[in-house]
């Protein structure tokens, strides 16, 4: 609207309000006689059309100098927050592998006798190992991947190597048992950055609830430096689970050697893994199965909740 005119958006001038209410939309839409469009001017619209692109365009600048100020800020592999300020905070949980496709599901029921049954599941361990077998799969590993042991832990910018043969018979080439109706399930260790984890190293000093088997394991072991390790054990949940479970093997080790701690992130970086090969176990009945990682400072239990752990069901047919 043009202050100073007789034109507004009810009526116009006084001759023009007395004209029908079509006949002065179609006006106010367009006049003729002032060039109006919408009761504004041509340059009067370019006028404001520029001012508000101006303006939009000084907020997209703006908004994009203060996000990249922000990104400055931060470590592309350093989290700003870190273990008991961060919300995955200090206590690591199990993973296993292979898992089912429907959601919320921990049930890997394998039928041994088809083919096309327990292929399923191995194809998804295959695809779940390519990662550990072909090192161009991911980014930044490949140079920088080292042979580590106890003693020659990974120096500045290296990663441990996984070799996937030290599996035993839980590879790709023995179809991971399933056939044998013998599974073989791989468990690893969730990332928390920054996270060591404080060695059950003395075979003196052992918590009460950790299985016996593991207790022998570790009290057999000669070499001090082998105990630094993040240990595994996996039980049925029930007195019947335990069991229908059967002998179990664990590959390489039954646990996570210490070296590959702490997780800081660096290129190329692959979890540790440990097979857990179910030698026999009862078929054609669901066995309940826990599976826990052993550190002093890893926690089993808070406010009735498992964690540092994983539960599965296993099935054979």
Known sequence: MNYGSKTTFIGFDTDKRKLPLSKRLVLYAYDKDTGEIFGRTPSSWAKIGLYYTAFYLSLVAMFGVVLWFFFQTLDPRTP?????????GTNPGL????????????????????????????????????VYKKPGLTPGRGQNIATCDYDKPPGKGKV????????????????????RQGPCIFLKLNKIYGWNPIFYDDPNDLPHDMPKSLKDHIKEITNPEKLRTVWVSCEGETVSDKELIGPMAYWPIPGFPGYFFPFENSEGYLSPLVAIHFK??????????????????????????????????????
């Open 80 to 88: 700003t927050r870190q273990l008991e300020h961060s919300l995955i």
């Open 95 to 130: 993973g296993f592998r292979p898992m089912s496709n429907e959601t919320h599901s921990t049930l890997i029921h394998i039928n041994s006798k088809s083919v096309q049954d327990y292929s399923i599941w191995t194809e998804r361990l295959v695809k779940f190992l390519d």
């Open 280 to 317: 026999s176990p009862a078929k054609s009945i669901v066995i309940n199965i826990l599976c826990k990682a052993w550190a002093k400072n890893i926690v089993h239990k808070k406010n009735g909740v498992n964690k540092g752990s994983v539960h599965f069901e296993l099935m054979m047919d």
């Open 160 to 179: 441990c190597d996984i070799d996937v043969k030290a599996f035993n018979s839980c590879t790709e080439e023995n179809r991971f048992n399933f056939h």
